[in-house]
């Protein structure tokens, strides 16, 4: 497993925030500078003592960590990011995800209703970020920390609100970048409501390719020194999901049958990429299928369905 890539005289470490148990899920991405170090992304707050742990194991603790940079603010991506402004850290986002760090009640309301009861459990507390600790960037802003030197680009797609950011050829892709597990030649999208929309991630593929990238780096999970390929794979994915909507959406299938054809969909892809059981959970850990269903739904019904 690569967990560490030198970019400059700068050193990336993949720091695993075993969510639910499960390695290789959610990560953050830790970047030592001469004042401390910064994050991208910071996981929910139910990881935050693994994450402590982790950054205790390199000799740091959260104190130490200057900046969280979001590339949006889904809970496992933000949750923690209040907590560490707490302990001084700036908080650096997209400006349409700024206002629900700073008054939080209506994304954990969205996230409630997806959620219910498993909400603690799953995500912990999402603490408000206050504005003087919050750093708000435009679309190909320059965000210089300490000379680590960070490029935003506004990608929508899976979420209005999402950077990717570039350091010197390395490409922090969030979500944009799909989820793949470390070892695998698997692509998996996350694809949510209310704002999963397949031209908009198509776009932002074609941003993401007009720059000169040599690392990916998607919050699940990992680093990969195969750009190409593994664009060109999320756009296989899009592919692949707009033309089972294409095929299953305009059946109006029953709930129960529209999630049996979705999941027998995504284990025929995983079996063709020689996916096992081991990995296959970690995948369904996450990108929660259900989740990509109702996003699914949602877009399909408001962009696609023929009046």
Same mark, same amino acid.
């Given at each position: 497993m690569q967990n560490q890539l030198q970019v400059n005289d700068h050193t990336i470490h993949t720091l695993d925030l075993n969510f639910m148990g499960i390695r290789g899920a959610i990560s953050c991405y830790?970047?030592?500078?001469?004042?401390?170090?910064?994050?991208?992304e910071?996981?929910?707050?139910?990881?935050i003592p693994v994450l402590q742990a982790q950054l205790n194991s390199f000799g740091y603790n959260a104190n130490d960590v200057t900046d969280v940079l979001l590339t949006h603010i889904h809970l496992d991506h933000a949750g923690a990011s209040g907590w560490f402004a707490e302990r001084g850290a700036q908080i650096h986002v997209h400006p349409v995800g700024a206002p629900h760090l700073i008054d939080p009640q209506k994304l954990l309301a969205s996230a409630g209703r997806i959620y219910g009861d498993r909400m603690d459990l799953l995500w912990g507390e999402f603490l408000p970020v206050p504005e003087s600790q919050l750093n708000i960037h435009h679309d190909r802003e320059i965000i210089d920390i300490n000379n680590l030197v960070f490029l935003p680009l506004d990608t929508p797609g899976h979420a209005s609100h999402h950077f990717a950011y570039l350091l010197a050829g390395a490409c922090f892709s969030g979500d944009i970048g799909g989820v793949r597990m470390t070892g695998a030649r698997h692509i998996r999208l996350p694809m949510p409501p209310p704002e999963f929309h397949l031209e908009h991630w198509r776009s932002s593929l074609d941003i993401l390719r007009s720059q000169e990238i040599f690392h990916i780096l998607p919050t699940h999970?990992?680093?990969?020194?195969?750009?190409?390929?593994?664009?060109? #794979?999320? @756009?296989?994915?899009l592919d692949d999901v707009e033309a089972w909507m294409v095929q299953y959406m305009p059946e109006n299938l029953s #709930?129960? @049958?529209f999630e049996n054809e979705f999941l027998k969909w995504e284990r025929q892809r995983a079996r063709a990429d020689l996916i096992d059981n081991h990995d296959m959970n970690v995948?369904?850990?996450?990108?929660?299928?259900?989740?990509?269903?109702?996003?699914?739904?949602?877009?399909?019904?408001?962009?696609r369905q023929q009046s």
């Open positions: 830790m970047i030592p500078h001469q004042d401390g170090v910064v994050l991208v910071c996981g929910p707050g139910s990881t999970f990992g680093i990969f020194s195969d750009p190409d390929w593994h664009l060109a #794979a999320v @756009e296989g994915a #709930a129960d @049958e995948y369904r850990t996450a990108n929660p299928p259900e989740i990509s269903m109702l996003g699914i739904q949602r877009y399909w019904h408001k962009y």
